[in-house]
């Protein structure tokens, strides 16, 4: 017997449709191919559904977390379609709150956007020193920088510094052409990726030129103090141990320091062992000082970068079994 089909109409009126479905229909083409059983019709303010009655069901119940994702965040993309469909009963954003870390540019809205990242927001709250450990694509970064924007706007703190190690065997920075902020650029540029989305341009060249926000190498931390500072190390799991406890006891007064890093990609010279997991093992346990991992239920990047990561994990965990 054939399963009769029904039809389903969905309100549009509360959405921004261009906002929604994206230049050209392109997200409702996606969601199409989601949902391969069902056609989809758009017409002004109304989404028609067709199909059998379990497949529209399960259809409505994903859309309404879709569109509760957009309320939240004011946007929505194909990696957040794919997890809400990919997940079982609420949308991934569901555990975290509604907390606004910084309103960026072209209104933009700037939150924790999984459990773990609103677990890291929490930590920066209660303690000064916080190590966020998690593979690519997680948002360790974007939000630790979304915390130290905030933090400046909101006069908690008077600079943001910024640092990295510069190359993976040695900051070999006089071999690069150009200034130092020329060979800065391209160990930097997720750091600058994230500062743009959260900071009109004009207003951040200005705190380039005043030093508001500076870009320095680790190297250049040493004999420093660093007073009224936000300060964020990236890619720590490349800095030796020397290098990290030079880079933690540089902190001063009234100093936040986020470490970042993912101990799964050390580029260091196999001599040398990272001091990110020696740093993490040694201090965990201090007071004031919190380690937050992150996980593959965190990576917030297009889909695929979460299954090369499960495919990865999967072969290690095979080679170690051997």
Known sequence: MTEQTIEKIFSLEEIDYARFWGTNDKLLDFVR???PKIKLIVRGEMLKAIGSEEDI??????FEAMKVYYDKFGRINENAIMQIVESQGSSPEAE???E???HGRDGLLIKARTPNQQRLVDAVKKNDMVFAIGPAGTGKTYTAVALAVRALKNKEIRRIILTRPAVEAGENLGFLPGDLRDKLDPYLQPLYDALRDMIP????LSYWEDNTIEIAPLAFMRG???DNAFVILDEAQNATASQLKMFLTRMGRNAKFVIT????????PRHQSSGLVQAT????????????????SDVIRHRLVTRIIRAYERQENESSEQ
Not at 57 to 62: A, L
Not at 261 to 268: F, N, P, S
Not at 281 to 296: A, H, P, Y
């Open 100 to 102: 606004i870390l910084v």
């Open 33 to 35: 191919v989601l949902f």
């Open 57 to 62: 069901n399960w259809f409505e119940g994903k």
């Open 96 to 98: 975290t709150n509604d």
């Open 201 to 204: 341009q004009q207003k951040l």
């Open 281 to 296: 093992q040694l201090l965990r346990d201090i007071e004031g000082i919190s380690v937050i991992q992150l996980d593959n």
């Open 224 to 226: 420093r103090t660093l």
């Open 261 to 268: 890093g993912d101990v799964t990609q050390i580029d260091l």
